[in-house]
């Protein structure tokens, strides 16, 4: 108890994950549908990794709350299509237009941002019909919109489609 500890966040759960860290320390909302955060102030957090998250946005998200096509597959899969995650997961969304807005947070006053965080990208296109840049994405999530390379943030990819991504270290 009290002591860092290093997170490991998928897809999603990478976007959530720095929408709290960025919140929390500025005191600023980025979306009037997320309530409830309190800041850690013990700075538990030491390191975070994230397994192809979309941190500009993500063009299947788009797909499925935008085009009838990508609503089609949504439901096939099970998947809501109209939900208020796959609207704020588009590129230029206000939510990820807000979010990448800000350079992230020093998790340890210790450590610079680079020492910190890392992106892990795929590049195993898995769905048929669904690329956004052959080899350049895990199916879901481009390794540009992963990226947050403008922010000193280390990237690195592998040959892994975006389900897989987040087995990896399970």
């Given at each position: 108890?009290?002591?860092?500890?290093?997170?490991?966040?998928?897809?999603?759960?990478?976007?959530?994950t720095?929408?709290?860290?960025?919140?929390?320390?500025?005191?600023?909302?980025?979306?009037?549908?997320?309530?409830?955060l309190?800041?850690?102030?013990?700075?538990?957090?030491?390191?975070?990794?994230?397994?192809?998250t979309?941190?500009?946005?993500?063009?299947?998200?788009?797909?499925?709350f935008?085009t009838?096509?990508?609503?089609r597959?949504?439901?096939?899969i099970?998947?809501?299509?109209?939900s208020?995650?796959?609207?704020?997961?588009?590129?230029?969304?206000?939510?990820?237009?807000?979010?990448?807005?800000?350079?992230?947070?020093?998790?340890?006053?210790?450590?610079?941002?680079?020492?910190?965080?890392?992106?892990?990208?795929?590049?195993?296109?898995?769905?048929?019909?669904?690329?956004?840049?052959?080899?350049?994405?895990?199916?879901?999530?481009?390794?540009?919109?992963?990226?947050?390379?403008?922010?000193?943030?280390?990237?690195?990819?592998?040959?892994?489609g975006?389900?897989?991504?987040?087995s990896?270290?399970?």
């Amino acid at each position: 108890y009290g002591q860092p500890v290093n997170l490991v966040a998928h897809s999603m759960g990478g976007l959530v994950t720095r929408h709290y860290i960025q919140s929390a320390t500025n005191g600023v909302e980025y979306d009037e549908e997320i309530n409830g955060l309190e800041y850690d102030e013990n700075r538990t957090l030491k390191r975070f990794v994230m397994l192809g998250t979309p941190n500009h946005g993500s063009l299947a998200s788009f797909r499925a709350f935008y085009t009838t096509i990508g609503g089609r597959l949504s439901e096939a899969i099970g998947k809501d299509d109209r939900s208020p995650a796959n609207r704020q997961m588009t590129p230029g969304s206000t939510f990820m237009y807000a979010l990448n807005s800000a350079s992230p947070e020093r998790l340890q006053p210790s450590l610079e941002v680079e020492n910190s965080y890392i992106v892990i990208a795929g590049t195993r296109d898995f769905l048929p019909g669904h690329s956004e840049i052959a080899n350049q994405d895990d199916g879901v999530v481009s390794v540009a919109s992963a990226s947050l390379l403008e922010h000193e943030v280390p990237l690195a990819t592998g040959h892994l489609g975006h389900l897989a991504l987040g087995s990896a270290v399970g």
